[in-house]
C-alpha cells in the first residue's frame, strides 16, 4: 500500500478524481465505499458511519448513493429524490473524499442494491473495490434484500454499529462471513425519523444534522405539517 493521506475535510488540497487517478496509474486496487440511504434528511450518523469505515477499510473515495425509491419503506412519505440528493451533496461537499451518485434516483423504478453495485462497478471500471456500508438495522435485513445471492459477489459488507440495535456476531452468521464485517463506530442516537420529527414538532436539529442541512430544510420547508401556518 502506498502513501496514505488523512480522511477528515479540508486536509488537503487534492481531488478525489486525482487520487483515483494516482492509484489506478499505480496499478493498485481503488478501494471505493457505497454508502446507500434514504437521507431523509442526511445527518452525523451517516456522516461519521462512512468516515470510520474509510478509515478503518483505507478507502480512497466514499460515493454516497440516496435510493430512488426505497421499496421497504413504501408505507410512508418520502421527500422528493432530488431534495434528498440536494442535501446529499451539501453535507458531503467540504469532504474531498465524499462524492454523491445519482445512479438510482435515476433509475427508474424500485431501488435495489444489486443495481446500484453493478451500475458503480460498471461505471468505476475492473480495478475498483466495492465495500457497502451499512448500519446494523440494515445488515440483518440483507437476505430480504432483492438478489440477495448476488450481492456478496459484488461487494464486501461492512455493518456498522447503531444506537438502540445490539448486534454481535451471532446475529450475522447467517452471511457469508468473509463478505461481511462488522464494525463498531461512535454512537450517535440520531435517526432521520427523529430529525423529521423534530422539525415537525418545531424542535432543534441544529449539530444533529450540518448546518446547511438546516438552513435548506427551512428554505425548502421539509418536514413540516400541511397545516402549520408557517410551512
Ligand atoms: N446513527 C446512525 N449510526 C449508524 N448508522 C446509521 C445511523 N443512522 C442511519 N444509519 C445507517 O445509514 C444507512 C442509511 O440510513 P437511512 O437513510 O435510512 O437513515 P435512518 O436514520 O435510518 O432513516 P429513517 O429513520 O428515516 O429510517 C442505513 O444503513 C442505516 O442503518
Ligand atoms: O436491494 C434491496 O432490496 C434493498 C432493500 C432495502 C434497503 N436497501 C438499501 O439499503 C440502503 C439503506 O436503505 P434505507 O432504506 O435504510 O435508507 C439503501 O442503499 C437501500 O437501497 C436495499
Given at each position: ?191 432521520s425519523t427523529d430529525c423529521r420529527a423534530r422539525v415537525e414538532e418545531r424542535e432543534p436539529i441544529w449539530y444533529l444534522v450540518p448546518d446547511g442541512i438546516v438552513q435548506y430544510i427551512q428554505k425548502r420547508g ?6 402549520d401556518p408557517d410551512a
Amino acid at each position: 500500500m502506498g502513501h496514505r493521506h488523512g480522511f477528515g475535510p479540508a486536509q488537503h488540497e487534492v481531488t478525489s478524481t486525482q487520487l483515483r487517478r494516482d492509484r489506478l496509474h499505480s496499478g493498485e486496487r481503488y478501494r471505493l465505499g457505497v454508502m446507500g440511504g434514504t437521507f431523509d434528511p442526511i445527518h452525523h450518523g451517516h456522516l461519521v458511519a462512512a468516515s470510520e469505515v474509510a478509515a478503518k477499510f483505507d478507502l480512497d473515495e466514499v460515493v454516497f448513493v440516496p435510493t430512488g425509491i426505497p421499496w421497504q419503506k413504501a408505507n410512508r412519505d418520502v421527500s422528493a429524490a432530488e431534495d434528498r440528493y440536494l442535501m446529499t451533496v451539501i453535507a458531503t461537499a467540504s469532504n474531498p473524499r465524499f462524492s454523491v451518485s445519482r445512479v438510482d434516483i435515476d433509475r427508474p423504478g424500485n431501488t435495489y442494491t444489486v443495481d446500484t453495485l453493478k451500475d458503480l462497478r460498471e461505471e468505476r471500471g475492473p480495478n475498483t473495490d466495492l465495500y457497502f456500508i451499512t448500519g446494523a438495522d440494515a445488515v440483518r435485513q440483507i437476505l430480504t434484500w432483492r438478489g440477495a445471492d448476488e450481492l456478496f459477489d459484488l461487494a464486501q459488507f461492512v455493518g456498522v454499529t447503531r444506537p438502540g440495535v445490539p448486534m454481535t456476531v451471532d446475529d450475522i452468521k447467517h452471511l457469508p462471513g468473509d463478505r461481511v464485517t462488522l464494525l463498531e463506530v461512535p454512537a450517535l442516537a440520531i435517526s432521520s425519523t427523529d430529525c423529521r420529527a423534530r422539525v415537525e414538532e418545531r424542535e432543534p436539529i441544529w449539530y444533529l444534522v450540518p448546518d446547511g442541512i438546516v438552513q435548506y430544510i427551512q428554505k425548502r420547508g421539509l418536514y413540516r405539517l400541511a397545516a402549520d401556518p408557517d410551512a
